[in-house]
RNA sequence: GCGGAAGUGGCGGAAUUGGCAGACGCACAGGACUUAGGAUCCUGUGGCCGCGAGGCCGUGUGGGUUCGACUCCCACCUUCCGCACCA
């Protein structure tokens, strides 16, 4: 036996597992399907430590699934435009396309090296004209319904990246890839996809969802998509036609209003001010208030502040007339820009009140507690209560008094319910070059005309030059700008914004069943047989941006008739980080532990055993050189004792029928410790995927193969065999290659990937001895080993028996026993 | 502030349902083998008291339920994550 030697252990099976093809999927094989799919990397062009664990997560389960016998559909592919590449571009003189195969080269080599099983035929690269012309197929037919649309809006620009950035990439008014950068407003004429129109449905879903994805995903998600039940009321502005729409949700509070409030950018404003006496003065506070960025606002960088207007507007129930002030309390971007001001029931309003000297009137009084007093109020109170002061409303409970209130208003024609959403429309314009070309072309004549299916692909052009200033390159490359309409023939000129990249990622998993489809996004019938995909693994980053996105794609494919189910992904699998020195891994922090030598130096096995061993795979895990090594030494002891006694074992059967008969007591020991960890490691899989667990039962099965050497002596060759056999075979989803090497050494023709998944026999699996802990009074004080069938009188007898036992129990009275079958007597002494 | 997750030896972690706290690994200590050991194998290893048998304490803190609580209930502390003027 020679040593454990992973360089040539791992060579030679990847190479082995290439040429026979084995992680190919048959796409029509009647056997059960399981898609596992893990989150489509960005080649980078290195391989980091949370890529490694993510995909050493889903290919233990990919492999223990299809020795389960399932036909396991495993892909991966490259998630290859984005802005990365071109500001690579500029820094090497290098053009984006080039860096990027190369880096999906390199990573790729990465991949292989660490013998993830891939079904590589089902590979996807975004950034080929081949699977983008897809990305400009649906943007024309969600054109064509009204789910694309071009509007001028307030959007967010990050200077850094001199692009746009949907709601979803703004991280506490960063940017999402700066998280320095603060995000500017501009206005800017861009292209929308309508995801709110299945903002209700999205958020229905969530329920749906309960079993197979994380509850933190499904609530970031519900409090992304907001979802708020209220009313637009209308407000008479005195001396004046206007009237001033606010959105509340609490229209039962609202004989408490002692304001309006306007956002600074209420279209309103100007007009309300014009002409009073000392409006200019209000229109430089005004002005002011504009001038604050929202995160100012947010972050409270600027305080609540507000200016009466000089105008009055009538409460709709009352008629009581409010002063109107404009606020940066209120922002423009939610609901109506407007709001009624109730200081008694809203603790910003509260506040303001106080800064302010509005009067605070309360019209909800709480039924548990004393009567509010608004002069001794400290705070708002905002439960449910009674209503006071409220007109024909006062003594009814809140709850239904909203209700009545809402209606009688209503059939005024003073407000009309509405739900609003959070989540806004996708805004997916790129002003960047190394993305998706949209599909339209702008005509003088005839205005946004959509370029005709059959011209696509729109072609990125490849002959662009990298300046590093301004705007999009694109916008330097005539051939491409210049074009002819389709309608008129008139002279016309391109889109030169890109799309989101967040849109590859958004379909793509339908995309790999069939890579080449040219005449629809993907084969109908694949899709019919694969979907939903039974498990989706990665990080807890992309929870409101890439989840959320493929959910409506998903939606919007049903509705274009493309295919018949709601819900892509039934499973969602989040893995914790990966952290080193106590923080994660990553290069600014110089904490980074390189892939590359960890497989040089330990191996792919030894450092894929590691990532499951340390924590369970959603905790996060430190990575430690001291732990790698550990497991490291691990595989040398499996390696070891079975190469040791491998050459004898060659031409024996593990066959059941084979084993001796009586076993000897070490026999029976090792089957039984065999069966146990295969019911173990079973289990895990089959449930919680708590592999560490996993790991760890299976180092206990060969700290016994240890305990018992020579194993030759007391174990003949068919159990030690079987017992073998069943070590490697479970090791084999951890150490794939070892398991190979192990598996050939004992003599099997045929690879692990061709084996079945290890029967447990419960018969063997079983003890015969149990040992019974015997308590007195709640304290362990002795223990005794009896027959596991033996009756739990009789257990009672013998613990009540036990010398230790009897001689604290004296002469005591005995007030109560406990025996829990095959765990613990507990005596109770009489106090 | 709101919501979520978590808190167990020197460290990573285990304890599937209220029933032996600390599996497994690391680190450390002792021993065997050895010219040598940073290889390998074996043994020990939560804290305190005790020569010993053994005893006491111990799962963030304080209460509670129970024969019995890491596990269930109440209150609190700490850490991490997410959301945060959403009317």
Known sequence: MGDYDHRSIEAKWQRFWEERRLFYAPRDARRPKYYILPFLPYPSGDLHMGHMRNYTIGDAVARCKRAQGFNVFHPIGWDAFGLPAENAAMV???HPRTWTLKNIARMKEQLRLFGFGYDWEAEVSTCEPEYYRWNQWFFLEMLKRGLAYRKKSRVNWCPRCQTVLANEQVVEGCCWRHEETPVEQ?????WFLKITHYAEELLADLDKLAEGWPERIRLMQRNWIGKSDGARVQWAVAGSDKLITTFSTRLDTAYGAVAVLLAPEHPLVNELIAGLPGSAAIARKVGVLRQQTRRAQVTGEVEKEGIFTGRFAANPFSGDQVPIWVSNLVLMEYGTGAVQAVPAHDQRDFEFAKKYRLPIKVVIQPLATKPLAASAMQQAFTGPGRLVDSGPYTGMPSEKALEKMMDDLARKGRAEP?????????GISRQRYWGTPIPVVYCNACGIVPVPEEQLPVVLPLEVEFTGVGLSPLLNVPEFINTSCPKCRGKARRETDTMDTFIDSSWYFYR?????????PFDPDLVRRWFPIDQYIGGAEHAVLHLIYLRFWTKMMRDLGLVDHDLAVTR???QGMVIKDGAKMSKSRGNVVSTDEMVEKYGADTARLFTLFAAPPEKDMEWTQAGVEGCQRFLQRLWRVISKHAPRLRPVSPNPASRPSPLGEDERDLLRKAHQTARRVTTDFDSRWHFNTSIAAIMELVNELYALEPLEETVSPPVLKEVFDMAVLLTAPFAPHLAEELWQQLGHPQSVLETPWPQTDPELAREEE???????????????????????????????????????????RIAKTVVVPKKLVNIVLAS
């Open 92 to 94: 090497h003189k290098t």
């Open 186 to 190: 501009r206005e800017l004429e861009q």
């Open 418 to 426: 509405v739900t609003l959403y959070r989540i806004k429309d996708w």
């Open 512 to 520: 790999y069943l069939s890579p080449h489809h040219d005449t629809a």
């Open 572 to 574: 969602l699998f989040n």
């Open 770 to 812: 149990c040992e019974i802990v015997i308590q007195v009074n709640g304290r362990v004080r002795s223990r005794i080993r009896v027959s596991e069938e033996l009756p739990d009188s009789e257990v009672l007898e013998q613990a009540l028996a036990d010398p230790r036992v009897a001689g604290l129990i004296n002469s005591q």
